[in-house]
């Protein structure tokens, strides 16, 4: 996301908790690397987020905010808490800054084409200002709503892929114990009502049982565990999305925590 920013002609100073990370992406694309998050921010037009966890971009939005002049812009694209994206909004509109939650989605592929979705909250304003940048990466910007919506939204994207990408596995395990050719199989149904972007992008790996890449069970977790908290709050009933979220814990318990998702399969087919 950094270097698409970068090749669109933004001047950049970047930041991350590994310096020699830091310090490759500058030798590869350019501009300065910081040695602290305040060092990042200071005297930024927009300080731009995507780290771990509530924790995490709380830590960040602390040194960054205290560094930023007032007009200036902060989107955070990490998977947090709508409680934790209000409360950094409102510290952040307290010291004259606009602000922005971004989740996005499409993964790791989405983000080196450029073609991520990214799904908004926050004011009007801080979407004006924050637009531009998120075109130099994103497919689809929507402004959801105020402050933590975007968060919320997240939560819905996780919901739907949760429920799809077991879906999914029992399919291709279907494909398999029934002698079917896998590649005909997904030739004939992603061309129907059954084709989604996970059908056509992890179908051919899951079948080949390739995991070493994408979007890590770990963190799945984390953003369920987000998402039927929130469920309990609001009185949202989540069914499925609680049962996969056990599938994943069974996965983390075989020690596939930093594979794919769609190592669901692992537990049809160990």
């Given at each position: 996301m950094a270097r698409h920013l970068?090749?669109?002609?933004h001047e950049m100073t970047v930041y991350n908790r590994s310096p020699r990370k830091a310090e490759a992406w500058v030798a590869a694309n350019g501009g300065e690397a910081a040695a602290s998050v305040a060092g990042a921010a200071v005297e930024a037009d927009a300080v731009i987020a995507c780290v771990g966890n509530d924790r995490d971009v709380a830590e960040v939005a602390e040194a960054a905010f205290g560094a930023m002049r007032a007009g200036a812009l902060f989107v955070d694209h990490t998977t947090?808490?709508?409680?934790?994206?209000?409360?950094?909004a409102q510290e952040a509109d307290e010291r004259g800054l606009l602000c922005v939650d971004a989740p996005v989605s499409g993964g790791q592929a989405g983000a080196e084409n450029g073609k991520l979705a990214i799904m908004c909250g926050g004011s009007d304003a801080a979407l004006a200002a924050a637009?531009?940048?998120?075109e130099a990466?994103?497919?689809r910007i929507v402004h959801v709503g105020p402050a933590g919506h975007g968060q919320l939204t997240k939560m819905v994207n996780q919901i739907c892929i949760a429920g799809i990408v077991q879906g999914l596995a029992e399919a291709v395990h279907f494909t398999h114990r029934a002698g079917l050719d896998a590649d005909k199989v997904l030739e004939a149904v992603?061309?129907?009502?059954?084709?989604?972007?996970?059908?056509?992008n992890r179908w051919p790996t899951m079948d080949k049982s390739e995991f070493d890449f994408g979007?890590?069970?770990d963190w799945m977790r984390k953003d369920l565990g987000l998402t039927l908290e929130e469920?309990?709050?609001?009185?949202?009933?989540l069914?499925?999305?609680?049962?996969?979220d056990q599938f994943y814990a069974d996965l983390q318990a075989m020690g596939a925590g930093r594979q794919d998702t769609s190592s669901l399969i692992r537990r049809l087919e160990p």
């Amino acid at each position: 996301m950094a270097r698409h920013l970068a090749r669109a002609g933004h001047e950049m100073t970047v930041y991350n908790r590994s310096p020699r990370k830091a310090e490759a992406w500058v030798a590869a694309n350019g501009g300065e690397a910081a040695a602290s998050v305040a060092g990042a921010a200071v005297e930024a037009d927009a300080v731009i987020a995507c780290v771990g966890n509530d924790r995490d971009v709380a830590e960040v939005a602390e040194a960054a905010f205290g560094a930023m002049r007032a007009g200036a812009l902060f989107v955070d694209h990490t998977t947090v808490s709508a409680r934790a994206a209000r409360l950094i909004a409102q510290e952040a509109d307290e010291r004259g800054l606009l602000c922005v939650d971004a989740p996005v989605s499409g993964g790791q592929a989405g983000a080196e084409n450029g073609k991520l979705a990214i799904m908004c909250g926050g004011s009007d304003a801080a979407l004006a200002a924050a637009r531009p940048l998120m075109e130099a990466y994103a497919a689809r910007i929507v402004h959801v709503g105020p402050a933590g919506h975007g968060q919320l939204t997240k939560m819905v994207n996780q919901i739907c892929i949760a429920g799809i990408v077991q879906g999914l596995a029992e399919a291709v395990h279907f494909t398999h114990r029934a002698g079917l050719d896998a590649d005909k199989v997904l030739e004939a149904v992603s061309g129907g009502a059954a084709m989604s972007w996970q059908m056509v992008n992890r179908w051919p790996t899951m079948d080949k049982s390739e995991f070493d890449f994408g979007f890590a069970v770990d963190w799945m977790r984390k953003d369920l565990g987000l998402t039927l908290e929130e469920g309990r709050a609001n009185g949202a009933k989540l069914p499925l999305t609680a049962l996969v979220d056990q599938f994943y814990a069974d996965l983390q318990a075989m020690g596939a925590g930093r594979q794919d998702t769609s190592s669901l399969i692992r537990r049809l087919e160990p």
